[in-house]
């Protein structure tokens, strides 16, 4: 079991930064793979980026290829999403997911999930 949890949402400018972070809970943590999905207004859930268990390979969504980065530190049970160059296109709910082992695309193949956290990016 895996219990996970967001944070570092907010506010910002086009233009500007945030780091989304994700705790989890469990022993095993370090066993799985982490995506980041998110969902904008009246949206499907779409995919962002994901990371495998050990962190050693990571797929982005086009959209964000280049301005967004995953990593992980296994020590502290932790995944983060960086992302920089922020575009209002990027507001929606930022949602952590996690599977065994290897990342995958699709949403319905994650079998925890966060509760979300709000990222905002205004003009």
């Known amino acids: 079991q895996v219990q996970l949890v967001e944070s570092g949402g907010g506010l910002v400018q086009a233009g500007g930064s945030l780091r989304l972070s994700c705790a989890a809970s469990?022993?095993?943590?370090?066993?799985?793979?982490v995506g980041w999905f998110r969902q904008g207004p009246g949206k499907e859930r779409d995919f962002v980026a994901h990371?495998?268990?050990?962190?050693?390979?990571?797929t982005y969504a086009d959209s964000v290829k280049g301005r967004f980065t995953i990593s992980r530190d296994n020590v502290k049970n932790t995944v983060y999403l960086q992302m920089n160059s922020l575009k209002p296109e990027d507001t929606a709910v930022y949602y952590c997911?996690?599977?065994?082992?290897?990342?995958?695309?699709?949403?319905?193949?994650?079998?925890?999930w966060g509760q979300g956290t709000q990222v905002t990016v205004s003009s």
């Open positions: 997911a996690a599977r065994p082992v290897l990342g995958i695309m699709v949403a319905t193949g994650y079998d925890y």
């Open positions: 990371i495998t268990w050990s962190g050693g390979s990571t």
């Open positions: 469990g022993r095993t943590f370090s066993m799985y793979a």
